[in-house]
């Protein structure tokens, strides 16, 4: 079997052999190099063919061996283990040491990793006179855009990304330093003095720490909803070239520091069809409030007026395993913290959908966002907060792929092509003759 493509164009008569490069196996699938479609032309003038591929459908941007999705078989592996076995057994620190470093840790470098990353959870006091030029009411996924990219200024080495030292600090501090930010930002939101970092407590303990602990001087955690949001974080950690990790190649691909960079996928992830989705889960099952309201909502969306927030991927045509994994997790969290009517509402959203030929024939299945903005509500967690999470979650992945790109030998500023269908060259003309 040959490992190249033949391409006859028509127009021409002429015939293209290109080659093909292959994933890890079948279900990755092949690709040719979108280049080599430039030598197809009609004529010296012909600029040559072009891939035209708006929102990136089926393109491939880079090589990478981080983590692999089928959607068809609802299938996540990150570095080849199932996402099922990680939620299980996993930590969401020894994750991102699995996603940085490609192989679980042995236990001395699962200590030394937890050591580092414990002792950099301190952000510099200064912070704090920039998080008071926020309005009192302003969402903490602004301050925490606008946060990540003024901490570059106070680590400006970091700015040389081509030092593997520098690098592995920086990963370190952001991935050390955003769960304080994150905090710090709810907490100035909601008026409340900053709870400091407690070096005895777990990632997602002290994350809960810095969000609740009021006037008591050790912070307790729940151990159920510190393993809850373990998991959560374990499961929001990484997601191949999903809009936000591909917004950190392309900002990093200019050689742009990783504070900067993660600030940009902070601001790609904000939005609501992406990390801002759970934030606006919580706010559909709010507005359709009362099961019986449900068959009025469905109509509503078959009509094209209403879009279910947290149904529906790029890649899952299939239910998205994280789902399946937060539908179980949510039950245990109920089990602490009470049921509430929104979770009915939603339980019986989902039934309705999986059974609605529209949602069936469009593949329109929960995705990772329709639970986990029901579990972060039963926690206490405040709805702003909801995508705050998923940044901390997915800085992980997206210094995982920042590094894979700074260590790829395919690395290129990201420039894409256009299909120019503007005028061709005309003469301007004067005002008085318009
Ligand atoms: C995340 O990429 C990732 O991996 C993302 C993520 C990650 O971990 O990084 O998994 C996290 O972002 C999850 C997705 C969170 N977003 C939402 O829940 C917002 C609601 N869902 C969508 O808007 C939508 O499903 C997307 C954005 C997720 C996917 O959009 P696509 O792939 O561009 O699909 P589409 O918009 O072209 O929709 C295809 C059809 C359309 O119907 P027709 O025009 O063919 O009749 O399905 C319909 C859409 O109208 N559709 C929906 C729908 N999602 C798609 N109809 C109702 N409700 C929905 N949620």
Redesign the pocket.
Known sequence: MSDRLSIHDNRTGNKHELDLSYGTHVDAGSAISASDLREIKTSDHDFGVLVHDP?F?NTSACKSSITF?DGNTGTLLYRGYPIEALAEKSTYLEVAYLLLHGELPISSELDEWTTDITNHTFLNEKIKKFLDGFRYDAHPMGILVSALAALSTFYPKSRNVHDQDIRDRSIRRLIAKIPTLAAFAYRYSVGLPYAYPDNDLSYSANFLNMMFRATETKYDADPVLERTLDVCLIL?A????????SAMRAVGSSDADPYVSVSAATAA?YG????G??E??LEMLAEIGNVKNIGHYIDK?KQ?E???????????KNL?P?AKILKELAEKVFEVTGRNRLLDVAMELEKVALNDEY?VK?K?YP????YSGIIYQAMGIPVEMFPVL?AIA?TSGWLSHWEEMRKDPELRIARPRQLYTGYAKRDYVQLASR
Do not use: K, W
Not at 238 to 245: F, G
Not at 272 to 275: K, Y
Not at 306 to 316: A, D
């Open positions: 929102g459908m999705i929001h990484d997601h191949e070239q999903n809009c936000s990790t992830l609501p069809l992406h990390g989705a759970n606006r889960v969306v094209g209403f879009r279910l927030m947290g149904f529906g991927h790029r890649v899952y998205d994280r949602f469009r329109l995705n990772v966002d329709f998923f997915r």
